[in-house]
Structures are given as structure tokens and as C-alpha cells.
């Protein structure tokens, strides 16, 4: 990778970062990660942090029960729901993301995919996790 880099590919050009893990990978002349999970469920927590870290505001517009207009779901609604128990706090009518989202169970999932992404990286490439000495505190309960 370092040889690349000297080639002058900067560090951070345009790939992705789960393109950078599967490029560390090649270039270790390691095998590549299945796309199913952690992978997939990593790749939706990436974009969930993008949705969050560049942030637009949208009008909401809530519809009553008595209303038949249907309500179009959120793109995070479609991958995320499900997948952790949602935001106790806010009431059904709140929007998916973030209001309904945001919480302790995403922050679990976030928190328990991250982890089990890199425990499936970190041993492909041959290295112990940068995290071991803090794993005993990685805990979500």
C-alpha cells in the first residue's frame, strides 16, 4: 500500500471507506470480505453517518390516521428498520430519521456491527485489533 501511495495515489482518494478495507486486503494478498453481513451491515451504518455528518433539514409533513394519503417511507426506513429496537422517546408520528431512529438501539447496532466488522478485518489481514486493549469497555449494556 505504502509502494501505491509513493506512486502518488493519495491516501484518501476517491474510494470509499469499505473500498479502502477491501484494497488493504488485495494488497496484503488477502481474501476479500463476503458482501453479506457485517459488510452489508457496516455499509448502512456508513451512510447513516453521512446522512448525519452533512445533515438537511426537510419539511416533515405528518398525516393523521384519518387521512388515506399514504406516506412516503425514508430511504433509511427501507434499510434500517428492524434492525434495532427504535427511539422509545419520540411518539409514532415522528419521522423515521432521525427522530425515530436516533437512539440507544442504533447506537447498539452501530456499535456491535462496527466491532464485529473489524474482528473479521483485522485477523483476514494477520494483525490484532487496534481496539483489544479497550475491549472489555466495548460494551453497550
Not at 89 to 115: H, I, M, Q
Amino acid at each position: 500500500m505504502a509502494n501505491v501511495w509513493r506512486l502518488g495515489v493519495h491516501r484518501s482518494a476517491a474510494f470509499s471507506i469499505l473500498n479502502k478495507f477491501k484494497l488493504a486486503l488485495v494488497f496484503a494478498g488477502k481474501p476479500l470480505m463476503d458482501s453479506g453481513p457485517p459488510y452489508e451491515q457496516v455499509l448502512h451504518l456508513i451512510k447513516l453517518r453521512n446522512a448525519l455528518a452533512h445533515y438537511e433539514p426537510e419539511w416533515i409533513t405528518n398525516i393523521s390516521e384519518i387521512d388515506s394519503e399514504e406516506v412516503t417511507v425514508s430511504k433509511f426506513e427501507e434499510r434500517l428498520m428492524g434492525k434495532f429496537p427504535l427511539n422509545p422517546l419520540v411518539g409514532e408520528g415522528n419521522p423515521f430519521f432521525p427522530d425515530r431512529c436516533l437512539g440507544y438501539g442504533c447506537a447498539k447496532w452501530a456499535l456491535t456491527n462496527s466491532v464485529r466488522f473489524t474482528d473479521e478485518f483485522f485477523p483476514r489481514m494477520g494483525l490484532s485489533p487496534t481496539y483489544g486493549h479497550v475491549r472489555s469497555r466495548l460494551k453497550t449494556e
